[in-house]
């Protein structure tokens, strides 16, 4: 059997990754964080002092260093810069507040891409993003543009900062969020917006399993399973 994939778009804090993991765990499918990814670029232009925006310089940057993703315990991808695990760096407010201008440059989506779509040629997969049932895999088996508004993804971003640490303030949050939302839309590469045969979900005031549940409907109807 081909490998199947399920591609889920949106916008920061809608309940992407959660739910992304959620339903890759229940199909048994490979989860890939396709933002882990440009968190991956934006983490090492922060630990570099190196401008998001500097295309070249990132490319450079992205050249002389070693990427590597791999599937790890939880059906998740493990991400490493240069032989060493920084997932649990990749979520910082430093970094969130770059990785908008890092996923604008047209080397970087290239690249990224490449390897993206590598994983789902091997692997039946879970992947989320922001351009995945448009650019990255077009012929996804099951697409979805999942949403939520603005208030709910900035608390949700904020209880995700205070586990991980940081005091990061509820304002600071929508104003950030707000600004993610208006670059990720009006960037000319990969846009964020949803595939003309994506299924729209509203995660607002719904809990996660019935969010995954509705993803999981939309699977078994496409006989994937």
């Known amino acids: 059997m081909s490998p199947v994939s399920v591609a889920i ?3 920061a804090g809608a309940g992407k990754s959660t739910v992304a993991k959620l339903v890759a765990e229940r199909l048994k499918f490979l989860y890939i964080d396709t933002g882990a990814m ?6 090492l232009c922060v630990k570099e002092n190196v401008d ?8 450079k940057l992205v050249k002389e ?6 599937e790890g315990r939880d059906l998740g991808l493990l991400v490493y810069v240069d032989d060493q695990d920084v997932s649990a760096y990749l979520r910082s407010p430093d970094v969130s507040e770059r990785v908008s201008l890092v996923a604008a440059l047209p080397e ?14 091997t692997h039946s997969v879970v992947m989320d993003g ?13 697409k979805v543009f999942l949403t939520a508004n603005v208030e709910e993804r900035a608390r949700r971003r904020q209880q995700e900062y205070h586990e991980r640490g940081f005091d990061v303030s509820l ?3 929508i104003e950030s969020m707000t600004q993610r939302d208006k670059l990720d839309s009006e960037r000319e590469l990969a846009p964020l917006t949803s595939a003309p045969d994506a299924v729209h979900i509203d995660s607002t005031g719904k809990a996660i399993d019935v ?3 509705e993803i999981m409907r939309l699977v078994e109807r496409a006989h994937v399973r």
């Open 108 to 121: 970087v989506r290239s690249r990224l891409t490449q390897w993206q779509r590598a994983f789902a040629k």
């Open 65 to 70: 260093h070693e990427f590597r993703f791999e």
């Open 130 to 142: 922001r351009d995945i049932g448009t650019v990255v895999l077009p012929d996804a088996t099951v």
């Open 211 to 213: 969010v995954v549940d």
């Open 38 to 43: 440009y968190r991956a670029v934006a983490y």
């Open 9 to 11: 778009d949106g916008p």
């Open 52 to 59: 998001c925006s500097d295309t070249s310089a990132v490319d």
């Open 171 to 173: 304002g600071e949050i």
